[in-house]
Every structure is written in C-alpha cells, then in structure tokens.
C-alpha cells in the first residue's frame, strides 16, 4: 500500500532551470496538496486541489505551477528556479469530505544554487 | 490571517514520562485543530485532531485539549517511549491549514 508517492526524492538544480516534481495517490483520494518546509516555518501550502480537474492557490504559490493531471497525480512546477525555492517539498492527499491533508508523501529535497 | 505559535521549540524527557506541547492561535473562527509527527526523513503523519465543538480527545497515550476562549491547544503524550522521538507540528484551520513551527521531542532511555 504505497500511499501518497513523491518522485524525486533528491534534486539540484541551477537558478533558472526548470524541474516538475510528481506526485501520485492510490487512495482514491479527492484533494491534493503541494507543501514547502522550511527550517523553523512549519509547513506553508503553496497549491491545492479540491478535485480532477481544480486547482487554487496557497499561502505561497509565487514561482510555481501545478496541473492535476487525473485523480491521481498531481504535479508541481517550478519554471525558473530560483536560491529562495530551495526546500523540502511536501506532496498531500486527503479523502472525500475531507478539506485538510491526512496523508503526506516523504518528501522531495530540493537545491537551487 | 491566521498565525500559529507553538512551545517549546525543543523538548527532552526520560522515557515513562509525560511530554505536553502547546500551541496558540490567532483567528477565533478557526475550527479544526490536527497534530502531526514527523519521523527523520518522512513526511508528516497525522496523528490527533480536534473540531472547535470538542474539549478534548484522547487516543491511547495521546491527547489533545482545546481551549477556544484563551485560543490554545495542547499536545499530551503520556508514558513516552523512544519511538515517540520526532518533530511534532500543530496546525489551525479555518479554511486553509496554517502550521506552527514544530517541537522536536527527544525521548531518551
């Protein structure tokens, strides 16, 4: 039972470089939600979606994209990536009725130098 | 908006004993108060959560009290084990989820 997956796991990058980062639910899930945790700031939304085909912006959805693919993916976007995006990117997926995230993927650490 | 402040940042207690973190929150409309655990190099995973209609919620060793006319809430973990050892977050909702900065709790033998 793999849950919420997040692919990669690991990234460096170079400031204006591009990258999307994956992320996909096998639980039949509704809502998705893509986090940034920076040291000492907890965890900061940067887009949701309530379902296929939806998408909302967050606390901090500057710098990125998203696209809900189908139900089951949902993928972040970062066009030109810049030092300040630098973090740990946190995939989530909670079930229908449910408007906050119940399961978390492992997370995908990301590098801008 | 809303603004969540948790306490301690850190904390460290003896194995069989109890831990309590607590969290304050800004706006009195919220109504949804989750906890979550974070092991080292995982993803959070919730563990308790609270509406604004309960005081109080007990799962086994964990429980979580909610007090909304002093807009605070509380993590309480009783006879803490090793594996209780991770960062714990509040979080408050009324809408969008807003997250306090985390407590590392370090739980020693």
């Known amino acids: 039972n793999a849950g919420v997956t997040q692919t990669p796991k690991f990234q460096v990058l170079k400031t204006g470089q591009s990258m999307t980062l994956q992320c996909a639910q096998d639980?039949?899930?509704?809502?998705m939600y893509w986090y940034r945790q920076d040291p000492g700031m907890g965890l900061r939304l940067i887009y949701y979606s309530a379902s296929e085909g939806t998408t909302d912006k967050g606390e901090v959805p500057n710098g990125y994209n998203v696209s809900r693919l189908n139900k089951r993916e949902f993928s972040l976007r970062l066009e030109s990536a810049a030092p300040s995006q630098t973090s740990v990117y946190f995939c989530?997926?909670?079930?229908?009725?449910?408007?906050?995230?119940?399961?978390f993927g492992d997370g995908t650490r990301l590098s801008i130098l | 908006g809303e603004n969540v402040e948790q306490h301690p940042s850190t904390l460290s207690v003896q194995e069989g004993d109890s831990a309590v973190i607590k969290c304050t929150y800004s706006?009195?409309?919220?109504?949804?108060f989750p906890w979550y655990k974070q092991e080292l190099g995982k993803g959070p995973q919730l563990i308790i959560d609270i509406r604004s209609n309960v005081g109080e919620k007990k799962d086994q060793r964990i429980a979580v009290t909610l007090n909304k006319t002093a807009k605070h809430f509380s993590l309480h973990i009783t006879e803490t084990q090793p594996e209780d050892s991770a960062v714990y977050f509040c979080?408050?909702?009324?809408?969008?989820?807003?997250f306090g900065q985390g407590t590392e709790l370090s739980v020693k033998p």
């Open positions: 706006d009195s409309a919220s109504n949804y």
């Open positions: 639980m039949n899930h509704n809502s």
């Open positions: 989530a997926s909670s079930d229908t009725g449910q408007t906050q995230p119940q399961h």
């Open positions: 979080a408050a909702a009324r809408g969008k989820l807003i």
